[in-house]
């Protein structure tokens, strides 16, 4: 474990007191290293239980934020909710202290496996699938990075014959200088996060940087239907790995008669048939063609792969099931915090949708999104942030039955008093959920305890 001891007796700030700056600040002091926490906000409205950081002996310093923080650092440990733009870093380079983020920490504390699952849309949902799959292998796997616990936390109970699968968002990969995944993903590239990454040029240069210092030894997978995404094997070190829902590929993992089959070094599998997919959608067929790919160089065997697809019933919060109510299924797609992720959400149905979307506009295009809602949405609910320019999109769109909503509950009601079989009420809401809710999880725990109320 030679990594572990890179931040025994440095002096590390860890900026910002969210799920991963506080494990980071925990484990960084417990392998001997001297921690200050800092965070923008004061104690009191942190919520976060930081008993644990005081016990540990890690020192707080909440509130007004300044370059004084910065005497005597080694390291500036980013949260993901902690831009790399920030004046606060900006001096931090100046001085040459070596800023990273909490998956660079976590890639450095980890002798496992690293297997690593970014892209716009379908991460949570593909690296939940691929730790399922990577058990049947028998080796130990932990799961963690942009999916529940912190990946630093998980990286210390990883095995050294085991497999991390990690969730990495664009945010993460910021501050990444030495991380290098064995194996890694990018499922697809659409606008996100502009408004941080500031251009879809940067957006793509930070996906990149999951692969850029892989060896000819490792492994990315990329989607070959994503003109985007096709093109960054031009700039991979690594073996390259295609997977296609839309055509046979010469080598690679795609989809042919109905049947995922893996073709590589003159081997040609078949896995599963999609029809026997649990989980429904092209979307999520191009997110267990990606999954079977990792699967299939990490080693698990093909029988394995296609009984977790059979059964995997998918993630929390993506087309989630909630109940049913006279007839009418209602689903929480609350992760759908972009319109590419929500257009994949209408695409899984039939039609007769009753749409709940809004929150805190990310101020993407709206075009495409829209035309999908005049063919598959009954009635629009709009509320959150972004409802005026949702509703004049919607409306220059020729969407019909397009209402407003002054809240959540108000959204959830209506939704209730309109819907009639064979409709159904999706909350897919095409936004970010800070304007009313601290995370997405807590957006659709609310939807799914107000349907439930309804029951």
Not at 96 to 116: D, H, K, N, W
Not at 424 to 431: I, K, N, T
Request: aromatic letters at 6%.
């Amino acid at each position: 474990m030679a990594r572990r001891t890179e931040f025994a007796d440095k002096k590390v700030l860890v900026l910002g007191a969210g799920i991963s700056g506080i494990s980071v600040a925990c484990i960084l002091q417990q392998l001997g290293a001297r921690v200050t926490l800092s965070d923008a906000k004061t104690e009191e409205k942190i919520d976060k239980d930081l008993s644990a950081l005081k016990a540990s002996g890690v020192m707080l310093e909440l509130g007004n934020q300044n370059e004084d923080l910065l005497d005597g650092i080694d390291y500036l440990v980013l949260s993901p909710g902690i831009s790399i733009y920030i004046p606060l870093v900006a001096a931090a380079q100046n001085r040459g202290i070596t800023v990273v983020s909490e998956v660079e920490v976590a890639y450095r504390l980890s002798s496992a496996l690293m297997v690593a699952i970014t892209g716009t849309n379908g991460k949570t949902t593909t690296t939940t699938l691929v730790g399922e799959i990577l058990k049947t292998t028998g080796c130990p796997v932990v799961v963690g990075g942009n999916i529940g616990a912190a990946l630093s936390e998980q990286t210390l109970e990883s095995a050294e014959k085991g497999f991390v699968v990690a969730e990495i968002s664009s945010f993460q990969l910021e501050g990444v200088i030495k991380f290098r995944p064995h194996i890694a993903a990018i499922l697809n590239l659409t606008p996100d996060h502009l408004d941080r990454h500031r251009s879809m040029a940067v957006y793509k240069e930070m996906k990149e940087r999951v692969f850029v210092n892989q060896l000819a030894d490792d492994f990315i997978i990329l989607n070959y239907d994503d003109v985007a995404v096709r093109g960054m094997a031009e700039r991979a070190p690594s073996k390259v790995v295609y997977f296609s829902r839309q055509q046979e590929l010469d080598s690679g993992i795609f989809v042919k008669d109905g049947t995922i089959r893996l073709r590589w070094d003159g081997k040609t599998i078949d896995i599963c048939s999609v029809d026997a997919i649990k989980i429904k959608g092209g979307h999520n067929v191009e997110n267990a063609l990606a999954a079977c790919a990792i699967g299939y160089f990490a080693g698990a065997q093909p029988e394995a792969m296609a009984e977790i697809l059979k059964t995997f019933p998918g993630v929390e919060h993506r087309i989630e099931p909630v109940t049913e109510i006279a007839g009418v299924p209602y689903y929480n797609d609350s992760k759908a915090t972009n319109p590419e992720s929500s257009i994949k959400a209408l695409e899984a149905f039939d039609g007769h949708i009753i749409l709940l979307a809004g929150g805190r506009d990310k101020n993407t295009d709206l075009t495409e999104f829209m035309q999908l809602a005049k063919a598959k949405v009954d009635h629009l609910i709009l509320l959150g942030e972004a409802q005026e320019r949702f509703a004049e999109a919607a409306a220059s769109n020729d969407v019909k039955n397009i209402h407003n909503a002054a809240s959540f509950d108000e959204a959830v009601s209506l939704a209730h008093k309109l819907a009639k079989p064979p409709q159904v009420v999706l909350l897919s809401p095409a936004c970010a959920s800070y304007d009313m809710f601290n995370n997405y999880e807590e957006r659709g725990t609310v939807f799914k305890e107000l349907v439930r109320r309804l029951g």
